[in-house]
């Protein structure tokens, strides 16, 4: 059973069907789904400690684009690999990394990141989300 109000989506009870395999919703990571024939980006899916959390993932030139302002700031080459999932700390970061890494993508996007907001980013795909809801609450 799904239920949706506004914009969070209460999941209980769901198997996806994979060809003949019935996949536990619990172990998907990310899920793409039509709705009222709109098509929808890939959903994002985040276990927290007792619910399962559905975020809207942030479109893949997005997260390109992190990428390649992450690999600038860390002085990183360009045949290294950074993905969504890739962690900062993971990657060399420390805090003034981190620091400028942010003021690299509010130059870039065009965005200004509350304090707040930017200790909450761990990852690319993080960074990726919080640009999109920003520029969408433009």
Same mark, same amino acid.
């Given at each position: 059973m799904a239920s949706a109000s506004g914009v969070s989506m209460s999941l209980s009870s769901i198997t996806c069907s994979f060809k003949k395999n019935q996949v536990p919703i619990s172990s998907l990571k990310s899920? !793409?789904?039509?709705?009222?024939?709109?098509? %929808?980006?890939? $959903?994002?899916?985040?276990?927290?400690p007792s619910r399962l959390r559905v975020s809207c993932a942030a479109k893949p030139e997005t997260v390109n684009k992190v990428c390649d302002i992450v690999r600038k700031q860390?002085?990183?080459?360009?045949? !290294?690999?950074?993905t969504?999932?890739?962690? %900062?700390?993971? $990657?060399g970061a420390d805090s003034l990394d981190t620091v400028e890494i942010v003021m690299g993508l509010e130059e870039e996007f065009g965005i200004s990141v509350e304090e707040e907001s930017a200790q909450g980013i761990a990852t690319v795909q993080d960074a990726a989300d919080l640009i999109e809801q920003l520029i969408s609450n433009k």
């Open positions: 899920v !793409s789904m039509p709705i009222k024939g709109k098509s %929808f980006q890939s $959903l994002r899916l985040r276990t927290g860390l002085a990183l080459p360009a045949d !290294s690999e950074v969504g999932e890739s962690k %900062f700390a993971t $990657l």
